[in-house]
């Protein structure tokens, strides 16, 4: 009589952890946080010129990175974003964008000033590692520039992935 009962009660909490939203999961990754990287990294809303086309799909199960998700252009810049966990055994996800004048613009608009501090992410099969630097130049989204990784140290290039983070690709 008992197996039963313990059956239904556990059928109802894989039907209740199916309908909770993803954020509302432990372990798992906001879709609509997702959506709001796309945003602030294009700097179009959803659905308009050079924004994301769609929502992330709010079925999707993706694990939750200690490291925030990293967004940078697939391709060309203004089509494809491409958001990523970049730690090993990451996931990565695809947006396609609006097309539109504003995508353009927003690919080549100065998001980083000279002087400034940025992040810098050196980036590898299964590896990331983050580290705090100067930029040496301005530059637009997918521009490479200077940047300082260590007082005093030697500058190097690194790509600029959205405003105050660079990356070094090593892949």
């Not at 697939?74 to 995508?103: D, I, K, M």
Request: glycine content about 12%; charged content about 15%.
């Amino acid at each position: 009589m008992t197996t039963p009962n313990r059956f239904h009660a556990a059928g109802a909490l894989l039907l209740a952890a199916a309908a909770m939203p993803a954020a509302a999961q432990p372990g798992l990754t906001d879709p609509a946080a997702l959506d709001r990287l796309v945003e602030r990294f294009t700097g179009s809303a959803l659905g308009q010129p050079g924004g994301a086309r769609e929502p992330v799909d709010r079925r999707l199960r993706l694990r939750a990175c200690a490291s925030a998700p990293a967004a940078s252009w697939h391709g060309a810049p203004g089509r494809t974003v491409q958001v990523a966990c970049p730690e090993p055994g990451g996931w990565r996800v695809f947006v396609n964008l609006v097309a539109g004048p504003s995508s353009t613009a927003a690919a080549s608009a100065p998001v980083v000033r000279r002087g400034e501090s940025l992040t810098v992410a050196v980036t590898g099969r299964g590896f990331a590692i983050r580290r705090p630097a100067e930029a040496l130049e301005a530059g637009a989204v997918g521009d490479w520039i200077g940047v300082r990784v260590a007082a005093g140290g030697n500058p190097v290039r690194a790509r600029i992935v959205q405003p105050g983070l660079a990356e070094i690709p090593l892949h």
